[in-house]
């Protein structure tokens, strides 16, 4: 069965300090790659995607991530945490092929930040 | 430019009764999601629908669910007889009809509780 697997449920930095959150797949074939941020009460927002081409994709806010086709994974990361990053991060999964166009998102990450 | 408006955003029902859940797409968006996020947990697909067409509805649960995107107005997720495990964040999603249609933009979210 597909599956996305986030490893970590709660991780916590100091600010300033670097980030990298871990997102594990499980398909057939290379799938459509996101990461989403959630902030409390708040919807889904795209911070990047990854469809094809150069695996290193750079993101809003200061994010990017690396697209490793070995170890099936897509991790997040940042160089330098701010306060304002706290939230939670899923990453989704969809596959590129006939109508379905649903994402399968991982369990999340809860990110914290101490000052 | 507005982005995905769902209403209400919070909704209380009591056991039996039915609730029913509105998203507008972006402008110029023809395919909506819904997605369905229960507390701790990651978004589940529930429906896939373009205007008029239910394109993919392989994770909506079979009784009391309907899902509807009309050819005016908005998508309307509605459950009849709601009990209290159908208490969750539901979220609907949009993408444009051509190209990234992987590339969904969600709305805030529609807070469901069922008393």
């Known amino acids: 069965a597909q599956s996305v697997t986030q490893p970590d449920i709660h991780i916590t930095v100091s600010e300033g300090a670097s980030l990298e959150l871990r997102c594990n797949y499980s398909?057939?074939?290379?799938?459509?790659l996101f990461w989403y941020v959630q902030s409390p009460g708040q919807g889904l927002q795209l911070l990047l995607k990854y469809f094809s081409g150069d695996t290193l994709v750079q993101g809003i806010k200061g994010f990017e991530a690396e697209f490793k086709r070995s170890q099936s994974s897509f991790n997040l990361r940042k160089p330098s945490v701010h306060w304002s990053d706290a939230a939670e991060y899923f990453c989704?999964?969809?596959?590129?092929?006939?109508?379905?166009?649903?994402?399968?998102f991982g369990s999340g990450t809860q990110l914290t930040v101490l000052p | 430019n507005a982005g995905v408006m769902q209403n209400p955003r919070h909704l209380v029902r009591r056991r039996g009764q039915e609730a029913r859940l509105r998203c507008s797409p972006m402008k110029g968006h023809s395919h909506v999601y819904w997605y369905r996020q229960l507390p701790e947990e990651g978004l589940k697909f529930m429906v896939y629908l373009q205007k008029e067409n239910i394109i993919d509805e392989s994770g909506m649960p079979k009784e009391r669910f309907s899902a509807e995107f009309p050819k005016e107005g908005p998508s309307i997720l509605r459950i009849q007889q709601v009990v209290r495990g159908d208490s969750a964040a539901y979220f609907c999603?949009?993408?444009?009809?051509?190209?990234?249609?992987?590339?969904?933009?969600f709305g805030p979210g529609t807070r469901l509780t069922v008393t």
């Open positions: 398909y057939g074939a290379t799938p459509y």
């Open positions: 989704a999964v969809g596959l590129p092929s006939g109508s379905a166009r649903q994402l399968t």
């Open positions: 999603a949009s993408s444009p009809g051509t190209g990234s249609s992987y590339e969904q933009y």
